[in-house]
């Protein structure tokens, strides 16, 4: 019975998923009420952890940090549909639990699982029991038990797998719609697929999806070979509706026959569902209002995402810009406001990333690649994205030249003293020394309890970090930020520049700026809108 997995178990665990996944994704589709093929569960999922095998297979002997951080990356940019993005969550939570760990037993493991389901519930603004979630979440909880017992990985991993099957066999009981039904969740069964290949890995049973598959047929399927003209109806409509009168369905049935093609309707004593292919969905729309109240709606543009579809088949090589000019700069940021300061101070490009959403370095690449110069400087504004930004130079003919700025106000400081007229090494030597003379300070939440450097750490207290340390944690945020502006008073700072994120009111983020105002009142202090997740407040100071 294994002990411990590294990053290469982790590679081969999570690419066995995949592979999995995409075995059963017509499955895991047919588990769904409706069973119509229009990127349901199964491929939503399937796309989602492919992402990760895909960026895993080019990873060589990746350390165990470096592997879940690659598949957690990959997926969170290939995530697609609820299942999709749910399964990105769980991974995501899983490498941050895992950062900074070369191996982990079955103790780790479990308390990684936990955080998975940490992030993936903190993300849903409603949580539906008899979901994905439900499946994941008494999984881990059953992971932490098993791991008092026994700290080996294989014997946590198949305790999670047990209970997967109990809560997943349980969920067609904990959903009205699934009961009706008669089946069990998707997303669930999805899961509990994935883990079950992970263990087959750890076994030396790796799963390999068949080259001759239909699936993969499927996949490998060339959509250039016929026109948008060839969909005769636009839009895929799909809704549920509450029951709420009388009225017969079967109505609506023939008017929306009339309406497009491809109808599935099914009815019961709660609900009806619909999906349909029509050029006009706002009439289906409007005739169902007349059963009940709408539960669900979804309209996809079938034109649209098969020009997306012929449109990624043909771009096969990457576009590299001509030189026009010798410098240029991109930079890594999240949130619009943010990317606003970076182009207003000259950046030629934006790779949408940050604390939550780091890039590849492919991400990385593709924005180097559009930059007219020859020498592109990269500000990764964040430690774990350096090494990333690190990889591209050996990719591109341009030359990449990466600028170590952990915070974003390291990056917009770099920026200031950036010269698009000198030389490389002057820009290197200039924007480099530009780093320590700011502090950064940021403002965000926890995610789990801790026992953290002394702190006493809550799930759902605010966090203050100063510089790369943890500052202060606690509910009432006034008081960290009154705590910081005091630090930054007696550090003498004469330039203070407060960026809120997308959680904060432009009239609470004035109350903060007037705080810090009163509090250092020899320095300048600027307020701007960051709009960047997560973080609640980033603040420079210099």
């Known amino acids: 019975m294994r002990q411990t997995i590294n990053g290469a178990d982790f590679r081969r665990l999570v690419i066995s998923a995949a592979a999995s996944v995409e075995i059963n994704k017509q499955k895991l589709n047919e588990l769904n009420v409706f069973p119509v093929p229009d990127g349901d569960t199964g491929t939503n999922m399937s796309m989602t952890i492919n992402a990760a095998a895909a960026d895993l297979r080019k990873a060589e002997d990746p350390s165990l940090e470096k592997a879940s951080a690659i598949a957690a990356s990959a997926m969170l940019r290939g995530a697609r549909g609820n299942s999709g993005v749910i399964l990105s969550l769980l991974f995501r939570g899983i490498s941050r639990k895992l950062k900074g760990a070369e191996n982990c037993n079955g103790v780790l ?12 519930y903190k993300a849903v603004m409603k949580p539906a029991e008899g979901t ?96 948008t003209d060839d969909i005769t109806f636009t839009y895929c409509t799909e809704f549920i509706i509450s029951r709420e009168n009388d009225n017969d369905p079967e109505k609506l049935r023939e008017f929306l026959s009339s309406l497009g093609d491809s109808l599935v309707l099914v009815d019961d004593e709660e609900i009806i569902k619909v999906h349909v292919h029509t050029n006009d969905p706002g009439k289906a729309l409007h005739e169902a209002i007349d059963y009940g109240s709408f539960v ?27 030189p026009e000019k010798a410098l240029g700069v991109v930079s890594v940021c999240a ?8 182009m207003d101070l000259g950046v030629d490009g934006i790779i949408s990333g940050g604390q939550t959403m ?4 492919q991400d990385i690449l593709e924005v180097v690649n559009k930059v007219p ?87 759902g207290d605010y966090l203050a970090l100063y510089g790369g340390a943890l500052f202060g944690t606690g509910r009432d945020v006034k008081a960290l930020l009154k705590a910081l502006a005091q630090k930054v008073n007696k550090s003498g700072k004469e330039y203070i520049t407060i960026y809120y994120g ?41």
């Open 109 to 120: 493991w479990a308390e990684a699982l936990q955080e998975g389901v940490d992030a993936a």
């Open 132 to 227: 994905i979630l439900t499946v994941a979440r008494l999984a881990a909880g059953k992971a932490l038990e098993a791991a008092k017992e026994n700290s080996y990985f294989e014997f946590v991993h198949e305790a999670a797998i047990e209970e997967a099957k109990i809560a997943l066999a349980d969920t067609v009981n904990q959903n009205p719609v699934l009961k009706k039904a008669g089946v069990v969740d998707a997303g669930g069964k999805g899961w509990l697929v994935a883990l079950e290949a992970m263990l087959c890995a750890l076994r030396g049973e790796d799963i390999v999806a068949p080259e001759g598959s239909a699936e993969a047929t499927a996949e490998e399927a060339t959509f250039s070979d016929f026109d």
């Open 296 to 322: 669900t709606v979804k309209i996809e543009n079938m034109r649209l995402q098969h020009t997306e579809k012929v449109m990624s088949e043909q771009e096969i090589a990457p576009k590299i810009a001509e």
């Open 335 to 342: 949130g619009d406001g943010l990317a606003d300061v970076f």
């Open 358 to 361: 780091n890039p590849s370095t």
């Open 373 to 459: 110069a020859e020498t592109v400087f990269v500000l990764p504004n964040n430690k774990n994205i350096i090494m990333a930004a690190q990889q591209v130079d050996a990719l591109t003919p341009k030359n990449v030249v990466v600028i170590s700025s952990k915070t974003v106000p390291q990056g917009i400081t770099a920026m200031l003293n950036f010269n698009p007229e000198g030389e490389v090494q002057e820009n290197v030597d200039a924007m480099t020394e530009s780093l320590d003379t700011v502090d950064t300070m940021q403002i965000t939440y926890a995610a789990r309890n801790s026992d953290f450097d002394g702190h006493d750490i809550h799930e």
């Open 502 to 542: 997308e959680d904060i009111t432009e009239k609470q983020a004035q109350k903060t700026a007037d705080l810090f105002a009163d509090i250092c009142p020899n320095a300048d202090v600027n307020l701007l809108r960051g709009g960047q997740p997560v973080y609640y407040y980033l603040i420079s100071a210099e």
